[in-house]
């Protein structure tokens, strides 16, 4: 019938976990007289620790979020056990200006840039046919246009210096889709073909990008899962387990290190197997 909803018979789904980890947006300056060697080869620098990792491989961190509270001062204290300068900035990442502005800082501050991971992220979710042009738009805004904005305000540096990690946390919902999640979806695709883009626009600089595709990561939102859910989850999953932090953290790691030299424009998929 013409006049009947069309939502009516569309049952109530609730959408599936978050396949991610995402809250802040990184950037390092690597310290250029230390290497660090490792069976697998010599270490210039990383970026992020635990939850950050490169911190203990001698990178110095600027990470920035919307404001910088206890959380964010706790953040600073700990990557700054690690003997590195360390500092976190308020800015809002899917503002064009801000960013720019915020990036003039942390150049200002730490002298160069030599790593910068996209990792701003929210979800909004919902079946397309209930979701609002709000919920789309603050997504993508988020999502996707923070990584335009740094990336946008970063290159002059790293070309200036000729060289340059660009790292961009996408999700396996980006690669394979995801009922409910059409806005964080299309946002994560984005974020991979930005990459995949990046990396043929600069690699003669000597500028690298790459994106990380997270599957089910144990976080404190996936703690809060029922029981059962997380079962059936980890059944899916060749490895029988979620992903922990740290194994989104030494991808990324190799990705910010000259152990990737020769690895641009990919996505890896960091899922236990769930998608082969």
């Known amino acids: 019938m013409?006049?009947?909803n069309p939502l009516k018979n569309l049952p109530d789904d609730t959408p599936e976990p978050q396949l991610g980890s995402d809250d802040e947006?990184?950037?390092?300056?690597?310290?250029?007289?230390?290497?660090?060697?490792?069976?697998?080869?010599?270490?210039?620098?990383?970026d992020w620790m635990a939850d950050i990792p490169g911190a203990s491989e001698g990178c110095d961190i600027a990470f920035t979020d919307l404001v910088i509270d206890e959380n964010g001062k706790k953040t600073e204290e700990e990557?700054?056990?690690?003997?590195?300068?360390?500092?976190?900035?308020?800015?809002?990442?899917?503002?064009?200006?801000?960013?720019?502005?915020?990036?003039?800082?942390?150049?200002?501050?730490?002298?160069?840039?030599?790593?910068?991971?996209?990792?701003?992220?929210?979800?909004?979710?919902?079946?397309?046919?209930?979701?609002?042009?709000?919920?789309?738009?603050?997504?993508?805004?988020?999502?996707?246009?923070?990584?335009?904005?740094?990336?946008?305000?970063?290159?002059?540096?790293?070309?200036?210096?000729?060289?340059?990690?660009?790292?961009?946390?996408?999700?396996?919902?980006?690669?394979?889709?995801?009922?409910?999640?059409?806005?964080?979806?299309?946002s994560k695709a984005g974020l991979i073909a930005l990459a995949k883009s990046i990396a043929q626009e600069v690699g003669s600089r000597g500028i690298r990008a790459n994106a990380i595709a997270p599957g089910f990561i144990e976080t404190a939102m996936t703690e809060a899962l029922p029981e059962e859910v997380r079962k059936e989850w980890t059944a899916k999953i060749p490895l029988r387990r979620g992903g922990k932090v740290e194994d989104i953290a030494n991808v990324a790691t190799f990705l910010a290190s000259d152990m990737s030299g020769y690895v641009t424009g990919q996505v890896i998929q960091v899922d236990g197997g769930m998608n082969m």
């Open 79 to 186: 990557i700054a056990a690690y003997g590195v300068k360390v500092k976190g900035y308020a800015s809002n990442a899917a503002d064009f200006a801000a960013t720019e502005a915020t990036v003039a800082e942390i150049k200002n501050d730490f002298g160069r840039i030599d790593i910068l991971v996209n990792n701003a992220g929210i979800t909004k979710d919902g079946l397309m046919l209930r979701m609002t042009e709000q919920q789309w738009d603050a997504v993508i805004a988020v999502n996707l246009k923070s990584a335009f904005n740094y990336i946008h305000a970063v290159l002059p540096i790293m070309i200036r210096q000729k060289g340059g990690s660009i790292i961009n946390m996408a999700s396996v919902v980006g690669v394979h889709g995801n009922a409910g999640q059409s806005n964080y979806a299309a």
């Open 25 to 46: 947006l990184r950037l390092s300056r690597c310290r250029r007289a230390e290497h660090h060697e490792t069976p697998r080869g010599k270490l210039k620098c990383y």
């Open 2 to 4: 013409g006049d009947e």
